[in-house]
Each structure stands twice: as structure tokens, then as C-alpha cells.
């Protein structure tokens, strides 16, 4: 039961990415291809709220609905986060699909998705299996 919030934000959210077309195989395309400001749009969007929220959290010392106190660790900067976006960046353009909106696109009736999804989990578990060999 405790886990039924988090059922209802993903059910939302999914509708979200319905409504504003992020889940189109067709908006995707366009985005890569630079046609279409779109998908440029929601991104920065997000991009910037996240950014804001952040530095709200950050500023206040937010605290969870727990009460425990929200630390957000600096990243460190590795060049094998080059290798990795632009790997993520062609598994995106190929498929059409980001792993955000898989399940909202299967949803929607794009069932070739699940193809999508089962590859995401399959590659997942290979890092997980080959973490500690690889250069991080």
C-alpha cells in the first residue's frame, strides 16, 4: 500500500508524456534531425526546473517528509561520461525511444517497444555484471 504513491506519480507522469507528444517515435526523429524545436523545448524545461529545484532544496536545507535532511552529492567528472552519453544518444535516435518513457509508450499501444525495454533491462544487467572491470 505504501507504494501506491509512487504508482499514481508514474501513472501521471506517463499521461504527461502522452499529452506532450515526448513519447513520439516521429517527435523524437525530428529532434535528432533538427526539424522540429519541440522536443529542444520540454528538455530545457526540464532541464532548468531540475536545476532551480536544486538549488531551492540546496539553499533551504529541504528536509524529506521523513524529516531527514536532503544532501545532494557533488558528480565527478569522467571522460568515460562522453563514451556513455553518445552511446546513450544512438540507442535513443535508433529506437526512437528514451528509457524514461518506455512504459508510457507501451501503454499507448506501441507494443515493438517491449523489444526497447527488454534490450534497456539486458544492457542494465550487463553493466551491472561487468561494473568492477570497467573504467569508471
Not at 15 to 43: D, L
Amino acid at each position: 500500500m505504501s507504494s501506491l504513491k509512487y504508482l499514481l506519480v508514474g501513472m501521471l507522469l506517463g499521461v504527461v508524456f502522452v499529452k506532450t507528444e515526448i513519447i513520439s517515435w516521429f517527435r523524437i526523429q525530428e529532434m535528432f534531425r533538427f526539424h522540429s524545436f519541440h522536443m529542444y523545448g520540454v528538455i530545457g524545461t526540464a532541464v532548468l526546473v531540475g536545476l532551480l529545484s536544486v538549488q531551492i532544496i540546496k539553499r533551504l536545507k529541504a528536509k524529506s517528509i521523513e524529516g531527514e535532511e536532503i544532501v545532494i552529492e557533488d558528480k565527478l567528472y569522467s571522460p568515460s561520461l562522453i563514451l556513455g552519453g553518445l552511446m546513450f544518444g544512438m540507442g535513443w535516435a535508433i529506437t526512437g525511444a528514451c528509457p524514461g518513457p518506455l512504459f508510457a509508450q507501451i501503454g499507448a499501444g506501441f507494443g515493438a517497444i517491449s523489444i526497447t525495454l527488454l534490450s534497456a533491462v539486458a544492457g542494465t544487467w550487463t553493466y551491472g555484471l561487468l561494473r568492477s572491470r570497467l573504467p569508471h
